[in-house]
Structure formats: C-alpha cells, structure tokens
C-alpha cells in the first residue's frame, strides 16, 4: 500500500481576492494558499503595498483594453490584485544571487503577477531592490510605479533638462507629486497645476509656481519646455499653445478617451506642429528602482501619504482612489 507524504506542508496566508470584475464589493478578504518558493524566486513577507489607479482599472475590467492585454476577458485572471509593495525576504531560491533571507527590499510585480495585497508573495529578483534605509515600509510600498512613471516620462520621454521650465498636471496625486519632486532634483523650474485644496501641498513638495485647476493654466502666458501630463482630461491641443517651438508634451495618465487621442494622433500632431506630443508606457526595471532608492536616500525624493489602510480595507482604499481626491499616494499596511 503507497502512503502519500506531502514533502512540502501547504501554508496559508491572508490575501484580498476577487473571482469577477465590478465595483470594490467584489473584492473579499480570504485565507488561501501560500506561495512556494521556487529556484528562481524571492519569497518576500509583504509588510506594506499601495493602491493607484492601475488597480481599480483591473478591479472593474474597464477600459475593455485592460481585459486584452492582461487576459480574463470574462473573469479576473488575476485574483490577487496588487503591484507596489516593500517587505522583507523571507527565503530565496537556490539560483538567486543579489538577495538572502533578512533582506529589506521594495518592488513593482505588474510584469510578474501582480498579488501584492497578500501577506507573502514570491517574485523574481529583477522586480525587487533594496528598500531605502530612511523611510518607513508604507512609504516604500508607494513608491515604484509611479515614482518610476514620474522618473521616466520626464527623463526619458519628456528629455528633461537642467533651467528648463517643466509644467506638471494632476500635481497632487501619485505620479504628479513624484514628478515635481525629481524635476526639481534635476535642476528645473518647475509649475504644478492641481486643485484649490491641494495647492499648499503641491507648494510644499517643492514647486516653484502652483496653478489652480479652476483657471485656464493656457491664458497664463508662460511657455515650458516640457509638459507632464499626470491627469489628462484636457484636449492635447490645448497644450500646444503653451509649449515652446520644439517642446514636448507627454501624456502619463487620464481618462481614456485622451489616452487615445495621443496614442493614435500623437505622431501627426508632432509632424505638423513640430513640437513632440508622447505617451509613456513605463517599463518596469530594478535600475530605475535604484535610482529612485539614491534620490530617497539622499533627501530629494519623499513619497506623499494621504492615507494608510490595513490589508482588510483594500475595497475602501480602492473607493477612495476612484473618487480622485487623493493627495500622494494610498498606502496599504499588512
């Protein structure tokens, strides 16, 4: 008679789920399994992540882009929802080289399976860095998708340079007050446009010139050398005026009917006007996690948290996020 013995014991783990796409009320706090370590992977003990709106997007499965590009077209291939998060390692796999167990580490899994609302997740080394020495795990969790968008639309799409004058929209939410904060650190003059109630804000991460959203920030007869466009509900072409004659315009985020007005028009508006209209698709990578870790560390990078919420209010994070009133980032304390 063959007796199975299990050589590995199955271990549980608290983590937010959700079987089907619709409002923060599909989402439920279950007990399920734990993920195995496997030869290539980082067992990591999720001590923080954060919420933005790349979530709800998946949460609801709109725009119907979202289901064709991440899979699930009539459920959530995903079930555990989650890209930022800061931990510390658990155990590693034999063929991991940069991490040991004790290690304190930060990281964005959108290209590697997302599942951050979880107590435990295993990913591979490539999606992790060290978390920055001086501040705290909540902090940390908020950082790496939009400080990497903000980082990247401006240094790489947008070209920024040091004495340009940059103009960042939407300045007060997660990628905006990343964006203020790196281009101030790479030497430009920097104006944010946001909300009445979030202009002090906005001043205090370091702006040097703050616009109302309730005025017309065109009729202001400034010209930029780069606009970062962190909130998208104006037309491009309202841009235009305000950029210089070879300025550059990058869209990072808004509703999606912007979205895709840049996408399919961007290069003719570019080749007619001669200034450079873009949209950034942000790619994932642990060198541009170390970059941001070096700006933290030497003070000229601090993640703005609005609120923290324990792992079981995921759902009401989430609702708080789609009512677009946050200022900074959402963080999410396992």
Known sequence: MHIFTPTQETRKMKAIVQSEYGSPDVLSLAEVDQPKLSDHGVLVRVHAASVH?????????TPFLIR???GGMLKPKFQI???DMAGQVE????????????????????????????????????????KPTNITFEQAATVPVSALAALQGLRDAGQIQSGQKVLINGASGGVGSFAVQIAKALGAEVTG?????????????????????????????????LVLDAAA????????????PQGTY????????????????????SKITGRNIKFLTSQPNQADLIVLKGLIEAGKLVPCVDLCYPLSAVPAAIHYIELRQVRGKVAISI
């Open 91 to 130: 155990a590693v796999g034999k063929n991991i080289t940069q991490f040991k167990s004790g290690d304190r580490v930060f990281g964005d899994l959108s290209e590697c399976g997302f599942g951050t609302f979880a107590e435990y997740v295993c990913v591979p080394e490539k999606a992790l860095a060290l």
């Open 68 to 70: 064709l590009i991440y």
């Open 81 to 83: 929802l989650g890209t």
């Open 53 to 61: 709106a790349g979530d709800w997007h998946l949460m609801r499965g």
């Open 193 to 225: 446009v946001c909300s009445t109630k979030k202009v002090d804000m906005v001043r205090s991460i370091g702006a040097d010139h703050v616009i109302d959203s309730k005025t017309d920030f065109s009729q202001h007869r400034q010209h930029y050398d």
């Open 250 to 269: 990058v869209m990072v985020g808004g509703s999606t009917a912007r979205i895709f007005q840049v996408m399919i028009f961007g290069a003719w508006i």
């Open 233 to 244: 509900y104006h037309s491009v072409f309202k841009y235009l005026p305000v950029l210089t």
